[in-house]
């Protein structure tokens, strides 16, 4: 080998190495996928400057002492919160835009009735069209997340793209985000494409305003569950914006979920101890606002059990090696509705929110705290509300009607490990075994406190014809409900009665008896004296039974509708309902406990008709299920 060869190949090594070395300067990763998929995003915004995340705390707090600096984020006293701020958005921009939320498939059967549909050639036309140039005077900001514990074999990784600080401080509590995630990535890792942009560029000397944000035609949550992306514009807010949650962890997540044959759900997961220190890991689905997070935090009302959380909104399971099912909590935080919240209804995350943590459309008091409505502390004389207005308790409105302090869809955005009943195993890669699924839903008449499904079908057919009662307004009026199948209505990502099929393909994958028990509970019946059950920590004690059928103990009876508890197989010791002596709530809970059967009739006719806009697509199944149980309510 001659010399000059050998100088040359060294030379083209030292060129390669400095141009390695270059762009590592350049990008904190050599996915070079990603590096262009950055790049042409950026070319396509016009966005002024890129920033990669890195997910450092000196990271996150310098962001939001930059929003700080622009208005776009209020401090609130150190003494008070440490660490913690408000931000107040558009007033147009308050919750997540449903009639705005796209699957985009190929065909729209594949989308299926429950969901708003685009082809996504038209789509992706449409969005490019938005996305040009959207980013003028702003800063593009890539945020690599793992939606679950980096390195888990249950784990995603996503990248967002957006022009958002406040998406980007948020996506920081809520999953985690930065340099490890790119390095678990490596050169030529999966991630899952998510865009977003506020939608408002600046133009040269622009002031920019504290909530920037497009009007209400021009936002579009899309998403393209065949490809495995996310297209978001025009929406600063939560679910719209913060698209590792709802967007990524529950639609795309799902689609995905059924091709691989795993769980994507919107369930809680709880970890329960009993006195003797058996532990029981369950998960629950109910609609929104119907106590996920205060179930998940509870405090129990029978001496000797715990309730610990490992997550309040989204769980992932897939079947482990023994046969059973393991769930994840994909996020790192909470992104809980802040109204109502109080040491009454949820302790837990009241001490979770001390510190840290972002309040979004709260009131500010005149000592730099929040304050909302339901808070169990009295209304300041003075704040300012989540609109920036001065507000007093007695402001009201040019109708005269009573003003809020605080956006009833006002949030916080706190740490999951600051949560004081963070379960130890929250982070396990591995996952937790799950023992129960619960479903359920605000039902004030009719649906028993507790039900146990009788077979996998059964328990299909129970998230299937899950919902809430829309108003309670009229007791004797059966059947106003909202019917939200399995939680998901807002979150299918794909055809929901396909959706139907997938779960009931699960005992194909495992034996059934490794599969959780399936309950269907109920804390929201009412009689002419009010809520007929306590809720909050007395829940502790269906969870007993609960734990006891897991058993395969638990006093039962089988009625055409599912296993009831005999009417003293729930533990009331200590029950204390200052409404109802302890022999009225005796009588009470044998109606909590049994078949409306006149009820039921009209219940099975109302989830017959919700299959309906599903056609033949509906699993013959579930139907032959409703048949059944029909039948046994005439017998
Ligand atoms: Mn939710």
Redesign the pocket.
């Known amino acids: 080998m001659s010399c000059k060869k050998t100088a040359k190949r060294a030379c083209k090594t030292t060129a390669k190495t400095k141009a390695a070395k270059a762009s590592a300067a350049k990008y904190p990763t050599q996915h070079e996928e990603l590096i262009k998929w950055v790049n042409d995003f950026a070319k396509l915004t016009q966005a002024k400057d890129v920033y990669w995340c890195n997910g450092t705390k000196k990271e996150y707090t310098a962001i939001c002492e930059s929003m700080v600096e622009s208005g776009a984020f209020i401090k609130l006293n150190p003494k008070k919160r440490p660490g913690c701020y408000l931000a107040r958005s558009h007033w147009s921009d308050v919750a997540r835009v449903e009639n705005r939320t796209y699957i985009s498939t190929t065909k729209q059967e594949d989308a299926g009735p429950t969901n708003n549909w685009v082809a996504p050639a038209e789509l992706k036309a449409t969005m490019t069209g938005l996305y040009k140039g959207c980013m003028k005077g702003r800063t593009l900001y890539v945020i690599p997340f793992s939606m679950g514990p980096i390195g888990s074999p249950i784990s995603k990784i996503g990248v967002e793209l957006t022009d958002s600080p406040y998406v980007v401080v948020n996506m920081i509590i809520m999953t985690r985000v930065g340099t490890k995630v790119l390095k678990q990535l490596g050169k030529d890792g999966e991630f899952i494409k998510c865009l977003h942009s506020v939608g408002a560029p600046l133009k040269p000397r622009q002031k920019d305003v504290p909530w920037p944000c497009a009007p209400l035609e021009k936002k579009y949550i899309s998403h393209f569950p065949e490809t495995s992306e996310i297209w978001s514009f025009g929406s600063g807010y939560g679910?719209n914006a913060l698209l590792g949650?709802?967007c990524l962890a529950?639609r795309i997540a799902s689609s995905l979920a059924r091709k691989e044959g795993w769980l994507a759900e919107?369930m809680l997961i709880l970890k329960l101890t009993s006195p003797e220190g058996k532990v029981n890991y369950i998960t629950a689905a109910f609609p929104?606002a119907c106590g996920?997070t205060n179930l998940a935090m509870m405090e129990p009302r029978l001496p000797g059990w715990k309730i610990e959380t490992i997550g309040?909104?989204?769980a992932w399971m897939k079947i482990g090696a023994d046969g059973r099912l393991y769930a994840i909590n994909p996020e790192s935080g909470f992104?809980g509705v802040a109204p109502g919240t109080s040491m009454d209804s949820n302790p837990n995350a009241m001490r979770t929110i001390t510190k840290n943590t972002i309040f979004t459309n709260c009131a500010l008091t005149d000592d730099g705290d929040i304050w909302w409505e339901g808070m169990g502390v009295p209304a300041p004389a003075h704040a300012i509300d989540w609109q920036g207005n001065d507000w007093t308790p007695d402001t009201v409105d040019k109708d005269g009607k009573k003003v809020k302090a605080a956006h009833p869809n006002a949030r916080f955005t706190a740490p999951a490990a600051q949560c004081p009943v963070i379960a130890d195993e929250w982070e396990d890669p591995n996952g937790v075994p799950v023992s129960a699924f619960l479903f359920g839903g605000r039902r004030p008449t009719v649906i028993p406190l507790v039900n146990q499904a009788k077979d996998w079908t059964h328990a299909v057919f129970m998230g299937s014809a899950a919902g809430s009662e829309t108003t309670a307004a009229n007791l004797a009026e059966v059947g106003v409900v909202r019917r939200d199948p399995m939680?998901m209505l807002p979150?299918f990502g794909y055809n929901a009665a396909d959706y139907m099929l997938h779960w009931l393909t699960m005992p194909l994958r495992t034996d059934v008896n490794k599969l959780p028990k399936v309950f269907f509970t109920n804390w929201f019946r009412k009689d002419e004296k009010g809520f007929m059950w306590n809720g909050f920590g007395d829940n502790i004690r269906v969870l007993k039974w609960v734990c006891e059928r897991i058993e395969g103990k638990g006093k039962a009876v089988e009625t055409p509708i599912g296993f009831l508890p005999t009417p003293d197989a729930i533990d009331m010791t200590g029950y204390v309902d200052p409404q109802r002596s302890a022999s009225e709530m005796k009588k009470t809970m044998k109606e909590l406990l049994s078949v409306d059967v006149e009820g039921w009739k009209k219940e099975i006719e109302a989830v017959a008709k919700s299959y309906e806009p599903f056609g033949s697509r509906m699993p013959y199944a579930l139907k032959a299920k409703l048949a059944e149980i029909k039948a046994a309510l005439e017998k």
Do not use: C, V
Request: charged share 40%; aromatic share 16%.
């Open positions: 679910g949650k709802k529950l919107h929104s996920k309040d909104d989204i992104f939680a979150f």
